[in-house]
T-cell receptor
């Protein structure tokens, strides 16, 4: 069975500062990894995905994530955040054994302060 | 840009009543999903649907739940007899065909179900 752990439930950060959101997963087979963002009162929007190839993945809104197979991690980073990045961020994994379903982490709430 | 839509945005129902949550997936998508998020908990997979049949379901998706694609555009989740613990945000998602592997799931805004 696969699982996803997001180590930080909340991350306060000042505007224009960098942010890193941590995600670790467990799975017995090759995985596909995703980060989704949920703005207040909205649905889940795909930020970026890792399927194969380069371990550094760039997504929308200046976010990037690095897949580290040995550490089973897929941390999300942004070098300089904006107030508009205030949202909840979800890491998710799917693997061939699990079919197409996504298994989500608990989410990290990012609060960007001026 | 095409979006997944869901109606209603908020549904309040009494315990024991039937509810139908509606979703309109993106038009050329072939894979459909329902997830739910109980307040303060993780987003959980309920069911996936492809080619007019369930392809996978979780332990949560028991006989009280059913899904249907009644026409070419809607995808519904029915809860036959709601319980208090069914109160949650329900998300619909859809995926395009992608070499036989639907890698990206596009989510709707959710329906908040409150069972009283």
């Amino acid at each position: 069975a696969q699982s996803v752990t997001q180590l930080d439930s909340q991350v306060p950060v000042f505007e224009e500062a960098p942010v890193e959101l941590r995600c670790n997963y467990s799975s017995s087979v090759s995985v596909y990894l995703f980060w989704y963002v949920q703005y207040p009162n909205q649905g889940l929007q795909l930020l970026l995905k890792y399927l194969s190839g380069s371990t550094l993945v760039k997504g929308i809104n200046g976010f990037e994530a690095e897949f580290n197979k040995s550490q089973t991690s897929f941390h999300l980073r942004k070098p300089s955040v904006h107030i508009s990045d205030t949202a909840e961020y979800f890491c998710a994994v799917s693997d061939q054994a699990a079919g197409n379903k996504l298994t989500f982490g608990g989410g990290t709430r990012v609060l960007v302060k001026p | 840009e095409p979006e997944v839509t869901q109606t209603p945005s908020h549904q309040v129902t009494q315990m024991g009543q039937e509810v139908i949550l509606r979703c309109v997936p993106i038009s050329n998508h072939l894979y459909f999903y329902w997830y739910r998020q109980i307040l303060g908990q993780k987003v959980e997979f309920l069911v996936s649907f492809y080619n007019n049949e369930i392809s996978e379901k979780s332990e949560i998706f028991d006989d009280q739940f059913s899904v249907e694609r009644p026409d070419g555009s809607n995808f519904t989740l029915k809860i036959r007899s709601t319980k208090l613990e069914d109160s949650a945000m329900y998300f619909c998602a859809s995926s395009p065909p992608s070499g036989g592997r639907p890698y990206e799931q596009y989510f709707g805004p959710g329906t908040r179900l409150t069972v009283t």
